[in-house]
């Protein structure tokens, strides 16, 4: 299954290659990585999609808090946080193209059933911006294609995650979250320290 870390790291060189080294290690296929600037100062923000076993998300959060470039780390699930991601789709609409002279208007009506935008305009291509869950991005990619449209390019940058607000009760029950009490969302010493994959160690500078 699919799950996804937010990860606060120091902004310094390097970091990305150490993180993306220790799931090369754990033998993890990193989905997608997100990377950008975050509320405090010297500090990285990275959304880290991988594919993994559904018990094993506490040990890789244990695993990238061994890493001394680590500030925080939290597991962000659909019902917790709000996860979206942006695609750049650019399709042939030309004369030349298989729809022809019509492709533009087909494409301006599938924009706004699938609620993207019309980014750039050219004599033979439109590009689509969209933001949305990638479930919907994948159906826009789908109607696209089973209707013969060429897609020239396609751009995604991934999932961004972010945990939602303090909510009432009944919000998180609609959400599929039960009511937790307040606990520190950092690992303690006894889950940190044991090394839960034997065979990977911090690789030496």
Do not use: W
């Not at 597991?75 to 996860?83: A, D, H, L, Q, T």
């Not at 298989?98 to 291509?125: K, T, Y």
């Not at 979250?177 to 994959?197: G, R, V």
């Amino acid at each position: 299954m699919l799950h996804t870390f937010v990860a606060l790291v120091q902004d310094k060189p390097g970091v990305l290659t150490r993180v993306a080294s220790l799931f090369r290690r754990l033998n993890l296929n990193i989905v997608s990585l997100t990377v950008g600037e975050s509320e405090r100062p010297d500090t990285s923000r990275m959304t880290i999609v991988c594919e993994a076993p559904e018990n094993a998300a506490h040990r890789i959060r244990a695993s990238l808090y061994k890493l001394e470039i680590t500030v925080d780390v939290d597991e962000v699930g659909r019902s917790e946080g709000v996860i979206r991601e942006l695609c750049l789709i650019k399709v042939a609409a030309g004369p030349s193209s298989p729809h022809g002279l019509h492709s533009r208007s087909q494409i301006f009506e599938l924009a706004q059933v699938f609620r993207a935008r019309i980014v750039d305009l050219a004599p033979e291509s439109i590009m689509l911006e969209m933001t949305g869950a990638a479930s919907k991005i994948e159906g826009l990619i789908q109607v696209l294609r089973e209707s013969n449209y060429q897609i020239l390019e396609v751009s995604r940058t991934g999932r961004m995650a972010m945990r939602r607000g303090h909510h009432t009760s009944r919000v998180l029950k609609a959400l599929g979250t039960a009511p937790a009490s307040p606990t520190n969302s950092t690992p303690t010493a006894a889950e940190i320290i044991p090394n839960e994959f034997e065979d990977i160690h911090e690789e030496e500078e």
